[in-house]
C-alpha cells in the first residue's frame, strides 16, 4: 500500500468490480487503448484475475474510498534488466484533476527506492495528449517515436488502422 496526498495506490480486490466496471464500460476510455467496454461479469472477472496478480494497482481517492483508476505495472522480461513498464487508465469523472500524475510519481519513486527498479518505460499514442502530458509531468523522458508501430483495432474493410507511438523511459539517477 502507497499513501500520497489524495491516494491510496494498493492491490486490486475482488469488490473493486464495480467501480471497475464504471469506467471500463465506457466506450471513451478505449480511444487509444486496445479492448472494447466490459459488461459487468468481465468486470468482475477482472477484478477477481487482477486481486490475483502483481501486474495492476488500484488507485483508490481517499476522501470517498473510491477506485477512480488504476496502474498498469509490470515488471519486464528480463527480471534482472530491473525494468517496468508503466501505463493507467482512470476513470473520466475523476480525469483532469492530477490524480494520475499524482499516483505515477509515487508509483516511480517506489519502484527505485523500494524494488531497485533501474528503469522505467511507458509508451502512448502522440494525439494521446493527457497521457503523455502525465509522463512529462513525471519527468520520464522522451526516447522514441515510432512510425505506425501497432493496431488496436481494423477499418470495416478489414484494413489495419495503424497508429504511431511515443516512447518514453526514465533511468534510476537521471
Ligand atoms: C491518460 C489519463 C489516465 C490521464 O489521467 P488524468 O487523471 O486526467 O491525468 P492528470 O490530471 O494527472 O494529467 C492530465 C494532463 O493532461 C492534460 N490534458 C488532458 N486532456 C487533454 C487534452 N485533450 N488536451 C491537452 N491537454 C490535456 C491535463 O490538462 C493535464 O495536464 P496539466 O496538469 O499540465 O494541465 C486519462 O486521460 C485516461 O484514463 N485516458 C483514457 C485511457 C488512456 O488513454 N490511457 C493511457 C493509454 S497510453
Redesign the pocket.
Given at each position: 500500500m502507497i499513501e500520497t496526498e489524495r491516494l491510496f495506490i494498493r492491490k486490486f480486490i475482488k469488490n473493486d468490480w464495480a467501480d471497475l466496471y464504471e469506467y471500463l464500460s465506457l466506450k471513451e476510455?478505449y480511444v487509444?487503448?486496445p479492448g472494447e467496454p466490459v459488461s459487468r461479469d468481465e468486470a468482475k472477472r477482472l477484478a477477481d484475475e487482477r486481486s490475483k496478480g502483481d501486474d495492476f494497482l488500484a488507485v483508490v481517492l481517499k476522501e470517498r474510498n473510491k477506485m477512480i483508476?488504476h496502474l498498469y505495472f509490470h515488471h519486464e522480461d528480463p527480471k534482472e534488466y530491473m525494468t517496468w513498464e508503466l501505463?493507467?487508465?482512470?476513470n473520466p469523472v475523476?480525469?483532469?484533476?492530477?490524480?494520475?500524475?499524482e499516483a505515477c510519481k509515487h508509483i516511480i519513486d517506489y519502484a527505485f527506492k523500494q524494488l531497485n527498479a533501474h528503469r522505467i518505460v511507458s509508451y502512448?499514442n502522440p494525439k494521446?495528449?493527457?497521457?503523455w502530458?502525465?509522463l512529462e509531468?513525471t519527468g520520464m523522458k522522451r526516447e522514441g517515436y515510432f512510425r505506425e508501430k501497432a493496431f488496436f483495432r481494423r477499418d470495416e474493410n478489414g484494413n489495419p488502422l495503424w497508429h504511431d507511438c511515443l516512447a518514453y523511459g526514465l533511468l534510476s539517477y537521471k
Open positions: 476510455i487509444f487503448e483508476g501505463g493507467y487508465i482512470f475523476y480525469q483532469r484533476k492530477g490524480y494520475c500524475t502512448c494521446n495528449i493527457a497521457s502530458r502525465v509531468k
